[in-house]
C-alpha cells in the first residue's frame, strides 16, 4: 500500500499570494494517478486535479498540479478569499487501496 | 447532473449494525465503479470501499475488512454499505462517491454521519 505523506501540515498565506502544497508517496506512483482534492468546512470533497496535472471540469486556471514518481504538487497561482480550505491527494489506480493524504489545511494569515 | 445521496446514518451501539444506502442519478450507474469513504469528527478522510461496475470485485481497507460488506443494485441505480460489528472508531460522515481510472473520485455525495456510542 502506497503511504501519501502530505505537507505542511497548515500553511498561512494572504488572499493574492501563491501556494504551493506537496505529497510524497513512499514508493513510484504508477501513471501519475494522483489526484487532489478541495474540502470546505461541512462540504464533502471536491476534485480539483485528476492524473497529476489535469483540472477537473469547472475548476479555475489559478490551480494546478505537477509532480512524477514520488513527489507532487499542488499550486494556486493567486489565493482568493474562497480557497481557504483543507487539500488532500490521493493515489488511485485500478487495484485498491485507494489512499488519501493526511490533508494540509490552508488558513488565511 | 450527477446526483449522489446517501442516507440511513444515525446513532447505533457498539456491536450492533447499520445499513447506509447511496442513491445515484445522473449517469449511467452500471457503468461506474463506486466508492464508500469516511471522515471522523476533525479527522482526514478515510477510504472505505469500493464494487465494480457490475458487482464482480470488492476491496476493503483493513480497518472494516471482514465486518462491512458493500454492495449494489443496478437495477434501482443504488449503493449499499452494510455495516456489522460497529466499533466507536466506526463513527464518521460517510460518503459515497463516483469512481473511474483515470477522473478518481469525480462525484461525491454530501454524506450521512454514522454515530457508534452506547
Known amino acids: 500500500e502506497i503511504v501519501l505523506t502530505q505537507s505542511p501540515g497548515t500553511l498561512s498565506l494572504s488572499p493574492g499570494e501563491r501556494a504551493t502544497l506537496s505529497c510524497r508517496a513512499s514508493?513510484?506512483?504508477?501513471?501519475?494517478?494522483l489526484a487532489w482534492y478541495q474540502q470546505r468546512p461541512g462540504q464533502a470533497p471536491e476534485l480539483l486535479i485528476y492524473?497529476?496535472?489535469s483540472r477537473a471540469t469547472g475548476i479555475p486556471d489559478r490551480f494546478s498540479g505537477s509532480g512524477s514518481g514520488t513527489d507532487f504538487t499542488l499550486t494556486i497561482s493567486r489565493l482568493e478569499p474562497e480557497d481557504f480550505a483543507v487539500y488532500y491527494c490521493?493515489?488511485?489506480?485500478?487495484?485498491?487501496?485507494?489512499?488519501f493524504g493526511q490533508g494540509t489545511k490552508l488558513e488565511i494569515k | 447532473q450527477v446526483h449522489l445521496v446517501e442516507s440511513g446514518g444515525g446513532v447505533v451501539q457498539p456491536g450492533r449494525s447499520l445499513r447506509l444506502s447511496c442513491a445515484a442519478s445522473?449517469?449511467?450507474?452500471?457503468?461506474?465503479?463506486m466508492n464508500w469513504v469516511r471522515q471522523a469528527p476533525g479527522k482526514g478522510v478515510e477510504w472505505v470501499a469500493v464494487?465494480?461496475?457490475?458487482?464482480?470485485?470488492?476491496y476493503y481497507a483493513d480497518s472494516v475488512k471482514g465486518r462491512f460488506t458493500i454492495s449494489r443494485d443496478n437495477s434501482k441505480n443504488k449503493l449499499y454499505l452494510q455495516m456489522d460489528s460497529l466499533r466507536a472508531e466506526d463513527t464518521a460522515v460517510y460518503y459515497c462517491?463516483?469512481?473511474?481510472?483515470?477522473?478518481?473520485?469525480?462525484?461525491w455525495g454530501q454524506g450521512t454521519l454514522v454515530t457508534v456510542s452506547s
Open positions: 462517491a463516483r469512481g473511474d481510472d483515470f477522473l478518481a473520485f469525480d462525484y
Open positions: 445522473g449517469f449511467f450507474f452500471d457503468t461506474y465503479r
Open positions: 464494487i465494480w461496475s457490475d458487482g464482480s470485485n470488492k
Open positions: 514508493q513510484s506512483v504508477s501513471s501519475g494517478y
Open positions: 492524473a497529476t496535472s
Open positions: 490521493q493515489h488511485y489506480v485500478s487495484s485498491p487501496p485507494y489512499s
